[in-house]
């Protein structure tokens, strides 16, 4: 049987054979070379499809390998079962009947029923593009009846049959003696993860024109990915399980990427608790002049060019990450464009920088210090009561330096603190559920990232992350090879994309939840060699990498099924898009950046790794790509290095140190540039980390190991209360009880009396 909902699947693929067979063969040739399976009224159906354009099929078809060009099936359940009719044309109430039926024959034993159930359902997320004219057609059906399949339950049983695809033992057996694993070996697998992705990242995002059953519907989906309704535990765990399995050589056939992209958007979801305002006001980041009578000022003439002449500011927008904007209309010359004065961002002191600062002051005036003192000034001149108060009063005190003082007062008063009331969180949930296995899960990550790299080289060891990519017969032409090419650095691509995204969300939302949580993840990364792979990857020319152009639009989703496919060659695949930049690589570049950073903050051991792994000239290469956001980042690693790279090294780039004076946040006491910092000494970076994992081991033992302080349990000593509690016995116990209580209890003199005497 062929059927239609295989046209439907995974639009990014590889080949396009059967394209070239309906556009050299006429109709008729290609039902007989194609269709001899087909009954009378399948063949009907076909052949009204390949008369009306061979085109049109193609268009339909992303990159589809040539095994799936071979297997390709027509979707006659589809157009059949509602007959005649389309499926725009059927009713509210008939399409929920229809997709009722969909998910009773779920349940059906056969597995190619099965399969073809759920491509019919794919179909229908997809947005029934058969019948769709337009692009904004395909997006408005599928949005639709994503919100439908979701609202009948479809989301639960396909969660059900992938855990069923995933206990697969003798699958996972197979793809393990194979010598190469291909698409073949994960279509199931495939169709499901496609058909959960596409709900999830519709349900997702949010539209102006949503009803308000649609925005309960989201709620509601989002609290249902967030808890553990799933076997005990959260959906993104059941994912993180297929990525440990891909990564121990368990189960080498499951689609890694798409687990992978599933995997972000379902955290993504279930995370995304905090609207945008409340993150900014959690980290004290709103804009200083949003309300500063500054605004209205103007500046000083010898303000408004304060640049070296001859010389570029390596921070200059360049025309390859940005077009040029069309140009300013023409304007009064009198009118001048007024700037805020001052910083664009609040200056910031630690509690810790104060207590140095006064440390210094006492020594050098008094000569004794008070320890943490922070308020008595008597015997420091006048000076240093203004510098204190200037300081004070831009004092900022963090969410983490709030759960570190509370987590030392629970640890040192377990008693007098009481219990602490952990609120069940979905971060909560998701960290509770990955504690047991977090360094597998990280390690797994890392492992795939470190395959995807495209600095990696290929060793007859590592894990096959092209299992969901390559076809099972290798291409015999040009132009073949060319798209094969494209899809792999594409599909490595994706998946680079989305670990970074994975692992930057999971130390974020972890980091608000609890920073040692945070840091648990964090030292897990470290302890697995991040640092060095990150590094790694960035020694590379990444300007090829954020131009790089392993895409072709015309077989883009939803344009390839309502557009006709134009001829494709090697010049015009060679020649690609005509973006400038590649926004997947460089979303992956900035994600990667900002885990670095998150992992070296105020981290003087980690911060030495960097410049052990000479990371200067790599990050001053990463400076080429003219992109603010990704810059910041790249100056931020710089600066928390300087003070160690010695007094050369700053002189001979004077540039990038006024970059960084510019451009990146300063505290009003930073010494950044010069090693006067006391914890920045070399002595005792061991005895940091191994202090943090202790602090770490606490908090995981105190509040998530509750069998191990036993002496702290409650013991009830009421006699009426112990001998009136039911003890459930063994059966075996009760054949052999008058035995046992012949032995034990008759047989042994009891001397009543000394066990009633007071000891």
């Given amino acids: ?133 337009t692009e904004t057609d395909v997006l408005y059906w599928s949005r639709h009846n994503v919100f439908l399949l979701y609202d009948m339950g479809i989301f639960t049983a396909l969660l059900e049959l992938l855990s069923m695809e995933i206990d697969n033992n003798q699958a996972c057996s197979s793809a393990v003696r194979k010598p190469a694993i291909s698409l073949a070996d994960s279509t199931e697998l495939r169709v499901l993860l496609s058909i959960m992705y596409l709900m999830v990242e519709t349900i997702r995002v949010e539209m102006e024109g949503d009803s308000p059953e649609r925005k309960a519907a989201r709620e509601a989906f989002k609290t249902e990915l967030g808890s553990p309704l799933y076997n005990g535990e959260p959906f993104a765990l059941l994912l993180f399980t297929m990525v440990t399995k891909f990564c121990s050589m368990n189960a080498p056939h499951f689609p890694m990427k798409k687990v992978l992209l599933l995997l972000w958007k379902t955290i993504l979801v ?95 005036f008094i000569g004794f210090t008070l320890g943490n003192d922070i308020d008595t000034l008597v015997g420091l001149p006048r000076p240093i009561h203004e510098s204190v108060k200037t300081l004070k009063q831009h004092k900022y005190v963090s969410i983490a330096e709030v759960q570190i003082k509370r987590e030392e007062e629970l640890q040192q008063c377990p008693m007098t603190m009481g219990e602490e009331e952990v609120e069940e969180t979905p971060a909560e949930i998701l960290y509770l559920g990955m504690l047991p296995s977090l360094s597998q899960y990280v390690i797994a990550l890392l492992k795939l990232l470190l395959a995807a790299a495209p600095t990696s080289k290929a060793k007859t060891d590592s894990i096959n992350i092209l299992a969901d990519v390559l076809p099972e017969e290798m291409p015999i032409t040009v132009l073949q090879s060319m798209k094969l090419g494209i899809d792999v650095n594409r599909h490595k691509e994706i998946i680079v994309k989305a670990i970074s995204a994975l692992l930057l969300l999971l ?55 309502v557009h006709e496919m134009p001829e494709l060659t090697a010049e015009s695949l060679e020649a690609g898009d005509s973006n ?80 960084i004076y510019q451009k990146v946040r300063h505290r009003l006491n930073d010494d950044w540039a010069y090693g006067n910092d006391i914890d920045a000494r070399p002595w005792d970076f061991q005895a940091e980390e191994c202090a943090l994992r202790e602090c770490i081991e606490k908090f995981n033992t105190r509040r998530y190991d509750k069998n191990q302080n036993t002496e702290f349990t409650p013991v009830d000593n009421c006699l009426q209360s112990v001998l009136g509690q039911r003890v459930d016995l063994p059966e075996d116990f009760h054949y052999s009880y008058e035995m046992w209580l012949e032995r034990e209890v008759f047989s042994q003199p009891i001397q009543w009396e000394g066990l009633l005497q007071a000891q």
């Fill in 580 to 659: 400038q930049f590649c926004w997947r690589n460089l979303f992956s570049c900035i994600n990667l950046l900002r885990i670095l950073n998150k992992i070296t903050k105020w981290k003087h051991s980690r911060t030495m790794m960097l410049v052990v792994f000479k990371s200067a000239p790599i990050l001053k290469r990463a400076l080429k790509v003219k992109q603010a956001m990704m810059q910041l980042y790249v100056l931020k690693l710089l600066k928390i290095q300087t003070k160690y790279l010695g007094r050369q090294w700053r002189k001979s780039n004077m540039k990038t140190m006024s970059a």
């Fill in 270 to 364: 279930s995370l995304n608790i905090h609207s945008s305002e409340s993150l900014l006001d959690t980290y004290n980041e709103r804009d200083p002049f949003k309300n500063d009578d500054a605004r209205d000022e103007e500046d000083d003439p010898e303000d408004v060019d304060s640049g070296i002449e001859g010389e570029v500011d390596p921070l200059d927008r360049d025309v390859i990450i940005q077009p040029p904007p069309p140009p300013p209309p023409l304007r009064p010359p009198t009118e001048r464009v007024s700037f805020p004065k001052g910083l664009p961002w609040a200056p910031k002191v630690r509690e810790k920088d104060i207590e140095h600062f006064l440390e210094t002051s006492r020594n050098k």
């Fill in 1 to 133: 049987m062929i059927d239609l909902s295989d046209l439907i699947l995974h639009m990014p693929f590889t080949e396009n054979t059967f394209c070239e067979a309906l556009q050299q063969k006429s109709a008729a040739q290609t039902l007989e070379a194609y269709g001899k399976c087909f009954t009378n009224i399948q063949r009907e159906v076909c052949t009204v499809i390949c008369i009306q354009s061979p085109a049109r099929i193609c268009g339909r078809i992303k990159f589809l390998s040539e095994r799936e060009e071979r297997s390709l099936k027509y979707n006659s359940s589809v157009l059949c079962s509602v007959k005649g009719r389309r499926w725009m044309e059927l009713s509210m109430e008939e399409q929920r009947a229809y997709v009722m039926r969909l998910l009773d024959a779920l349940e059906v034993t056969d597995r190619d029923k099965r399969l073809k159930v759920a491509r019919a359902i794919l179909y229908l997320a997809q947005g029934v593009f058969d019948e769709c004219d």
């Fill in 507 to 561: 130390l974020k939302h972890f980091k608000l939840n609890h920073i040692y949580q945070f840091e648990y993840v964090a030292q897990h990364l470290v302890f697995a060699n991040c640092i060095p792979l990150i590094l790694k990857f960035f020694n590379q020319n990444i300007m090829s990498y954020i131009s790089a152009k392993n895409s072709i639009c015309a077989l883009d989703y939803p344009h390839c099924v």
